[in-house]
């Protein structure tokens, strides 16, 4: 489980060094991200974490108590202190997994709100040119009003 919680971790923290940076990979990283939020995605995702979290829980109770057990004996064995590491070391793992996902769910929403507000802005400034005469004809106009 280790392994596998491992490679899990790392590939989340290449997936939020993808998002941070702006590159092509960073486009097909978040139009797949907005294709996984649709449809049963969600669902999916969340029902994952919530298994996760269980999972999370339950290994944290196991590690008190292998610490209780512990501090009730006085006496360290040597199969306590492993088994304490490696509930440790699981427990450390889910928590980081659980923390990138959601460092990951909040930069994809954070990089879709600044497309947003970007393709807005330059909507408003075509929007501005079309109303507004251009340059040349104003000071055109001004200087015949001069002239006569």
């Known amino acids: 489980m280790i392994q596998v919680l491992s490679a899990l971790v790392v590939a989340e923290m290449a997936f939020v060094v993808t998002l941070s940076f702006a590159s092509p990979i960073r486009r097909a990283a978040v139009k797949g991200l907005d294709l996984l939020k649709q449809g049963k995605g969600p669902l999916v995702t969340?029902?994952?974490?919530?298994?996760?979290?269980?999972?999370?829980?339950?290994?944290?109770?196991?590690?008190?108590?292998?610490?209780?057990?512990?501090?009730?004996?006085?006496?360290?064995?040597?199969?306590d202190e492993v088994l304490m590491l490696q509930r440790f070391l699981e427990a450390s793992l889910m928590g980081f997994s659980l923390f990138l996902g959601l460092v990951i769910d909040r930069l994809h929403y954070y990089i879709r709100e600044i497309n947003i507000q970007r393709k807005a802005?330059?909507?408003a400034k075509?929007?501005?040119?079309?109303?507004?005469?251009?340059?040349?004809?104003?000071?055109?106009e001004t200087n015949k009003t001069k002239v006569k």
């Open 46 to 79: 969340k029902t994952v974490a919530a298994t996760l979290l269980v999972v999370f829980g339950s290994t944290i109770y196991t590690l008190t108590n292998l610490q209780k057990r512990v501090r009730d004996t006085g006496i360290v064995n040597a199969t």
């Open 126 to 140: 075509v929007l501005n040119q079309n109303h507004e005469p251009p340059r040349s004809r104003r000071t055109e």
């Open 121 to 123: 802005m330059e909507m």
